[in-house]
């Protein structure tokens, strides 16, 4: 799925996958998000609810780019750093195609349905 991101009124490339959650995801759009940094890996925001995470694939650790749902807390990581092993309560959404550096100074993201 093709979504429209700004990343401090700068656009990149990004694109969701086609998992459950991301689709629950796309439902929420647009977003406009204030972002704060996390263990010096990802940057994070809350989102107005928690995403369906039934029919999750395989876990997989998230890699630089990656949009990502962290179910136990119910937020969004965009991870400038390789995450951690792979664990099932981080379900990756999607992928933005942005350096790291860009990404990890990041402080609001707006994410929009293509159109």
Not at 50 to 77: F, H, K, M, Q, R
Not at 81 to 93: F, K, N, T, Y
Request: hydrophobic share 45%; no cysteine.
């Amino acid at each position: 799925m093709n979504i429209r991101v700004t990343l401090d009124g700068r656009p990149v490339g990004a694109a969701l996958n086609d998992s459950p959650a991301a689709r629950d995801f796309a439902a929420l759009l647009p977003l406009t998000l204030d972002l704060k940094d996390f263990h010096g890996t990802e940057r994070v925001a809350d989102l107005p609810r928690e995403l369906d995470t039934s029919g999750a694939p395989e876990p997989a650790a998230a890699t630089v780019g990656d949009i990502a749902y962290y179910a136990p807390w119910g937020n969004l990581a965009l991870f400038y750093q390789d995450g951690p092993a792979p664990s099932p309560d981080l379900l990756v959404l999607g992928h933005l195609d942005v350096s790291a550096d860009q990404l990890g100074r990041a402080t609001s993201i707006t994410i929009e349905a293509a159109s």
